[in-house]
């Protein structure tokens, strides 16, 4: 079972786009992206240097325009990655690029939407100095109670003994010299405090451009940022994508959703590297690639044709599924064929040994058939009911 993975900011480098434009067409494609996030994005990704490349504005739309010209590399037909891979997700800025990969947003969407969060964000952190630090190591219970103590937010919990801090530039400073038990702190190279308070004002320019994009529902299993369930509405995707720019990054939890996947093998797209390093540690046993530049393009290729299988979203709408967004056991609300359903009903519940989860349905319709049985164990993505949409 293969997941793909796109990174999130920090992890560009002066030049790497270079060696994917040497392949046919990539260089138009990103001509093409450039011209609608109204970035020279060819020039950034190979000549630019890395305080340019640093800046909010332009590492957003490079990261998400390089991911999505890479990942049409990975397969011989775009469509064959919707039916061989279970599902994927993105680490902050990352999630725009898995949502125009599973289907949610168009290419041209994603880059308009990356584009006004660039801006929207690097003009919110210009307001505050603000930044990250990433603290290594330490019980993670002591870490977030120090972060705490310095006024700082736990912005990213990656696993793997990995937290990044973020504040202002003296609660930093704060923590430099005072860091939790066993924990090494390292700041990092990005423009300002992201996914805290200080950049609601992002949030509400985002959330104006939403109610005018119109989305899909996924069609592959995709994992959200904020808790590491599995979301298939596109609606409610982008409203996460949203919200998620002034909320910490879970990607401990998207980790975990993809142990209980039951995967075998997971790609990580350019600028690649990061989150390859996390999921060696939190997933061993698994085979993991960075895919950095197309030489390690036969090595995709030979995994997606060894770890790729059905993916039961691909052929099937997800209009007409309504899936489990995590790992439990489900109770049905609806067991009877035929029943009416309304939009936004519960139809199931779904528990764990630490808590329930309800699962409601995203459209009205009927009951056609259950595809569980109540009591089942079930994992994250699994479709449980078919439904009839009303008024077709």
């Known amino acids: 079972m293969l997941v793909i993975v796109c990174p999130g900011q920090g992890s560009q480098s002066p030049g790497f786009l270079a060696p994917w434009l040497e392949l046919p067409g990539f260089r138009d494609r990103m001509q093409w992206l450039s011209a609608v996030a109204g970035l020279d994005l060819v020039a950034h990704g190979t000549q630019s240097d890395a305080a340019t490349i640093k800046d909010t504005a332009v590492a957003q739309p490079l990261i998400v325009g390089a991911g999505l010209i890479s990942l049409l ?94 504040g202002t530039m003296d609660e930093l400073a704060a923590l430099k010299a005072d860091p939790p038990a066993k924990a090494r702190v390292i700041p990092l190279q990005v423009a300002g405090a992201f996914h805290t308070r200080h950049m609601a004002p992002a949030v509400e320019v985002l959330d104006g451009y939403a109610r005018a994009i119109s989305t899909h529902d996924p069609r592959s299993r995709l994992v959200s940022n904020r808790d590491g369930q599995v979301v298939h509405d596109g609606r409610e995707f982008l409203r996460r994508l949203v919200a998620q720019v002034s909320n910490p990054v879970r990607w401990d939890l998207c980790m975990e959703t993809f142990r209980d996947f039951g995967v075998t093998g997971l790609i990580e797209i350019p600028p690649a590297g990061t989150l390859a390093g996390l999921a060696k540690r939190a997933l061993p046993g698994i085979e993991i690639l960075a895919m950095k530049t197309p030489d390690d393009l036969p090595e995709v290729h030979r995994m997606v044709r060894e770890h790729g299988e059905q993916n039961p979203l691909a052929d099937n709408p997800t209009w007409r599924l309504v899936i489990s967004p995590i790992k439990g056991t489900v109770s049905l609300e609806h067991t009877v064929a035929g029943t009416d359903i309304s939009p936004g009903a519960v139809v199931a519940t779904v528990s764990t040994l630490r808590d329930s989860h309800p699962v409601s349905a995203p459209y009205g319709g009927q009951v056609i058939e259950w595809l569980v049985e109540d009591g089942d164990p079930v994992s994250p993505g699994q479709p449980l009911l078919r439904l009839h949409p009303q008024g077709a």
Do not use: K, Y
């Open 73 to 166: 590399a990975m397969f011989e037909h775009p469509a064959d990655g919707f039916r061989s891979v279970a599902g994927g997700a993105g680490h902050s800025v990352g999630e725009i690029t898995a949502a125009a990969a599973a289907g949610v947003i168009t290419a041209e969407q994603a880059m308009v939407f990356v584009r006004e969060r660039g801006r929207a964000m690097a003009e919110a952190s210009a307001v505050t100095p603000t930044g990250m630090s990433a603290v290594l190591g330490g019980d993670p219970d002591e870490v977030v109670a120090t972060l705490e103590r310095h006024g700082l937010t736990p912005a990213n919990i990656n696993g793997s003994g990995q937290i990044v801090a973020a």
